[in-house]
């Protein structure tokens, strides 16, 4: 079963900036597709980034596109999400998700939830 455990959470001022990780384990890392999905306070949680299996391919979500930067750490099973110029709108719970991913058979990724979720981290952005 796979388990996933963010860290790097934290408050920041506006143009400052920070990195996620997300440790993967009970799997095969590098044949999941995984994601960063956010939940701002009283909002429905959101796709954020995308990094597929191979780790070639990433999407963004527009608002984050140029300041925000998937990866994938082979070597450390972990996942990571550097967040640069960060404004109070980025303000959230940032959540990890995995699972099979649908460009490993030649589909396309559709920023649908994987199965696995992370228990959260919190980014807090003060003006």
């Known amino acids: 079963q796979v388990q996933l455990v963010e860290s790097g959470g934290g408050l920041v001022q506006v143009g400052g900036s920070l990195r996620l990780s997300c440790h993967f384990s009970g799997g095969t890392f590098s044949n999941y597709g995984m994601a960063w999905f956010r939940q701002a306070s009283g909002k429905k949680r959101e796709f954020v980034a995308y990094?597929?299996?191979?780790?070639?391919?990433?999407e963004y979500r527009g608002s984050v596109k140029g300041r925000f930067f998937i990866s994938k750490d082979s070597a450390k099973n972990t996942l990571h999400l550097q967040m640069n110029n960060l404004t109070p709108e980025d303000t959230a719970v940032y959540y990890c998700?995995?699972?099979?991913?649908?460009?490993?058979?030649?589909?396309?990724?559709?920023?649908?939830?994987?199965?696995?979720w992370g228990q959260g981290t919190q980014v807090t952005v003060s003006s």
């Open positions: 998700n995995a699972g099979e991913d649908p460009t490993y058979y030649s589909g396309s990724y559709s920023r649908e939830p994987f199965d696995s």
């Open positions: 990094i597929s299996w191979h780790g070639e391919r990433t």
